[in-house]
């Protein structure tokens, strides 16, 4: 399922697509604001997001075989709700 699907399916409810599309990109650009300020998001019956930092950790460039140290990074984590299978 990809965005536009959510969109289309959430404009068979709202007025129209146009107001759907809205409604969708806000939902997202929520979420991914939430996410970058370091809040943690919960959406109740369907799981929860958090942002957290990888440690740096050593690498191996594989052309050359030099040792180099691979930079923390931000991931995002997803935990589904125990309901979520019920």
């Keep these: 399922m990809t965005k536009n ?13 146009k107001e759907a599309y809205a409604a969708v990109n806000k939902v997202f650009e929520e979420i991914s604001n939430s996410l970058k300020n370091g809040d943690k998001v ?23 075989g030099e040792k180099l140290l691979i930079a923390p990074i931000k991931k995002i984590r997803f935990k589904q709700s125990k309901d979520f299978f019920e």
């Excluded at 699907?5 to 697509?17: F, R």
């Excluded at 919960?42 to 050359?64: H, L």
């Design 5 to 17: 699907d959510i969109a289309v399916a959430l404009s068979k409810i709202l007025s129209s697509k």
């Design 42 to 64: 919960v959406i109740t019956g369907f799981g929860s997001f958090n942002m957290f930092e990888t440690k740096t950790k050593k690498g191996r460039n594989p052309k050359t």
